[in-house]
């Protein structure tokens, strides 16, 4: 799945546990620009690194898992919890992408007329 939006905020890597760490991106996502969402995403283990460099107010797109799971609390009640984990992230426009390369284009005026092929 993937999303764009602009980047509202970018959390420091938390080391979970031992073996685990995340970090968060928030997103403003503008269906409607009477009611913009936050959407939030997590990046975990290796996949911190892709929010090196995002900063707040770039647009960006967010390529996404949704992942669910369910818990159940001490008094047996269940739950169901959501969660977006990002694992690529686009730089759209504005002065701070890249500009795109591209691969010459081929001079085909020079291109000899038997063609040979057969169709």
Known sequence: MEVKGKVHE??????VT??????ELILEYIENPQYPEYLKFEAIQDRCNLLDNVKVGDDIEVFFNLRGRPWTDKSGKKSYFNSLQLWKINQLGGAGAPA??????????????DDDLPF
């Open 18 to 23: 031992e073996s685990l760490k995340k970090r």
């Open 100 to 113: 795109p390369q591209y691969a010459p284009p081929a001079d085909i005026s020079s291109a000899p007329d």
């Open 10 to 15: 970018v959390s420091a890597t938390q080391q």
